[in-house]
């Protein structure tokens, strides 16, 4: 089928052959050592015949100071590098690219961590916060520089293992967008304070990347522009970030929203995308952040419509269409587009998946799982 978003495009040498992305999913496939299982070959093997040119894996930390879960991967010592070599073998061999999502959960590694009697870090400690209960403590300059090399190591790791690319995790409620936001980030050294400082633990990931994984290794990153409650990052500030990374050196972006609000409706998992003017939610922050950067951009958050993606790609909103949940029912679902262009995908967006993820489960469609049961 005759569509832009089937045509290819380059992002710093990685051909892509058509515009769709599987955003990052968590699967808690890895094994208990946070290595790549058999099982998580296969369900990549899947998503690589589905037809999207790039797969993003789900979040894999640097360091273990930064591990949300028991199945997470790791890519926090070489011993990772075997089983993700396999894993991108697999994906190359099916014709697709696969980048790996490189992360550090800050404060939301407390639970996980108080069960190994270890303590959670983050950018500074706020007191009674609706947002946050359990106890963490507010990182030293040291721990800092341990977190950023270890960014830089994992990135090293991933290209040895034969990967395309590696995002950076700055978005959602996680390490990066703690630092970003300026209700998260109280600190008043070098790291916190003005944009710029609150910035400074990406730019200095950015080049310990580099100067560990090359030059001309592609280097993405999704980032988080607003907080999803009032008195966190603004979209002002949030938008300019965008623009300072792409100076720096990010050779793409993908937009989504930063720490998470009450509810659903305050994340980047939306719900209730059953009419139109509810999909594409993040839509006007990357319009707008798209015509102020000269690196590619990636839309995420509730795209569901082919018509409405086309729209956006066509119109230069977006130069890719990044979608997760619709991909958890359906791994081929661009291929289904391929063949016919009004497809409604399967997935309801009911957020079970979810759901179960948090209770320490693997990742499937519990719709799907259900109809099984039946
Ligand atoms: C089960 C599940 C796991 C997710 N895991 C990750 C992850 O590891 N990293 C990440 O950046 N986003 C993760 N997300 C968020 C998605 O990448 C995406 O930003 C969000 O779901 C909105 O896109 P969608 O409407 O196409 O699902 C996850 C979402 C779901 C539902």
Redesign the pocket.
């Given at each position: 089928m005759m569509s832009i978003l089937f045509e290819p495009m380059v992002i710093k040498g990685m051909e892509l052959k058509n515009r769709f992305v599987r955003?990052?999913?968590?699967?808690g496939y890895a094994d208990h050592t946070g290595q790549v299982t058999d099982k998580q070959i296969q369900f990549f093997e899947d998503l690589a015949r589905g037809g999207a040119a790039l797969i993003?894996t789900?979040?894999s930390h640097v360091h273990d100071s930064g591990q949300t879960s028991p199945i997470q991967n790791s890519v926090a010592s070489d011993h990772c590098i075997p089983g993700l070599k396999k894993l991108s073998d697999a994906v190359h061999n099916l014709g697709a690219k696969i980048a790996i999502?490189l992360?550090h959960a800050g404060r939301e590694s407390a639970r996980f961590l108080k069960a190994k009697n270890l303590e959670a870090v983050g950018p500074s400690f706020v007191h009674d916060d609706p947002y946050f209960k359990r106890p963490y403590r507010s990182m030293t300059g040291e721990d800092i520089s341990e977190v950023v090399r270890s960014f830089g190591d994992a990135a090293r790791r991933v290209r040895e293992a034969g990967f395309d690319a590696v995002q950076v995790?700055g978005?959602?409620a996680y390490l990066l967008s703690q630092f970003l936001s300026p209700y998260l980030n109280r600190r008043n050294d070098q790291w916190g304070g003005h944009l710029e400082n609150r910035l400074r633990l990406h730019r200095e990931i950015l080049k310990d990347i580099r100067a560990k994984a090359g030059e001309d290794y592609p280097l993405l990153i999704?980032i988080g522009v607003q907080d999803g409650f009032p008195g966190g990052l603004e979209l002002r500030e949030g938008a300019l970030a965008a623009r300072f990374l792409a100076e720096w050196g990010f050779d793409a972006l993908e937009i989504?929203s930063g720490l998470r609000g009450k509810r659903y409706e305050g994340t980047?998992?939306?719900t209730k995308?059953n009419r139109p003017e509810r999909e594409a939610y993040f839509r006007g922050w990357c319009k707008e952040i798209k015509g102020e950067v000269d690196v590619p951009v990636m839309m995420?958050?509730?795209?569901?419509t082919f018509a409405l993606m086309e729209e956006v790609v066509e119109g230069g909103e977006a130069d890719f269409v990044?979608?997760?949940?619709?991909f958890?029912r359906e791994p081929f679902i661009v291929n289904k587009w391929r063949k016919d262009n009004h497809y409604r995908p399967a997935c309801i967006?009911c957020?079970q998946?979810?759901d179960a993820?948090f209770q320490g489960n693997r990742?499937q469609c519990m719709q799907e799982a259900k109809a099984r049961k039946n």
């Open positions: 955003s990052a999913t968590y699967d993003v789900g979040i999502q992360f995790h978005a959602h999704k989504s980047e998992f939306k995308l995420v958050g509730g795209l569901r990044s979608l997760c949940r619709p958890i967006s957020n998946c979810l993820i990742l």
